[in-house]
């Protein structure tokens, strides 16, 4: 079986995003964990948050209106077309207004799942990676170099495939889990789990081949589901009910 490495990336594959200024990236990084369970946090900072990783208003420099504010929420609703040019729709930062929001990036962003991975892994450790890509912000300041995990496929415990292009079963996995500016490249609770691990440990390791479209950028995303440490007893367990 062939041997595939898996790069995590953030999805900011298009030419006008790459052409951006790091605090898109940012952004997407603190709210990943909201992103990756596709449901809009309750709070209005958070939701701001989580909007504003998906839809940015900001210009190629990074320059824009501040999160969340009267200016920000104005200029969201005239790029997302929620207020037409002559001002009319719902109040701005109302429900009805947020509804509209959710709904617009809804038919602007959809993920499909194209195949899924349900393993016993063993976690090999963690070192530098270097990003080799042809970009004006390779190496150092694309967000694709800096620490990356990974794993040895022990077994499969679970395969699905329902898309025709989506990874075959793999026997290794790897993940940047923070880039080269410490901006974390998982969400928070990932992150830690993978940060407490100690080579050689066995994990029960979930992770989902993705295409994901967003605002018209299409690319593929390949994060992690689960991963939690396994005693002996539970990888001969496993074992036993993947027979």
Avoid at 137 to 145: A, E, I
């Amino acid at each position: 079986m062939k041997s595939t490495v898996i790069r995590f990336v953030l999805p900011v594959l298009a030419m006008k995003t790459i052409r951006r200024s790091i605090l898109p990236l940012l952004l997407s990084s603190l709210v990943g964990l909201a992103m990756a369970a596709d449901k809009p946090p309750a709070g209005w900072d958070d939701w701001a948050k989580w909007v504003d990783a998906q839809h940015s208003t900001g210009d190629d420099q990074g320059h824009g209106p501040d999160v969340g504010g009267d200016e920000w929420a104005s200029a969201l609703s005239r790029q997302l077309k929620i207020t037409d040019d002559a001002g009319h729709g719902p109040d701005l930062k109302s429900a009805e207004w947020r509804a509209a929001v959710e709904k617009k990036l809804a038919e602007l962003n959809k993920r499909d799942l194209l195949s899924s991975h349900d393993t016993v892994a063993k976690f090999t450790g963690i070192a530098d990676h270097k990003c080799r890509g042809l970009t004006a912000l390779c190496p150092d300041r694309c967000g694709h170099s800096g620490r990356m995990a990974s794993f040895e496929i022990v077994k499969y415990l679970a395969y699905e495939k329902p898309g025709q292009y989506g990874d075959g079963k793999q026997t290794t996995f790897s993940v940047l889990i923070e880039d080269n500016m410490k901006n974390a490249k998982v969400p928070a609770e990932t992150l830690k789990a993978i940060e407490a691990l100690k080579p050689g440990t066995t994990v029960h390791l979930k992770w989902n081949h993705d295409y994901v479209t967003r605002e018209g950028s299409k690319f593929p995303e390949r994060p992690i589901v689960s991963i939690e440490p396994m005693t002996a007893e539970e990888v001969e367990a496993a074992g036993k009910a993947s027979k």
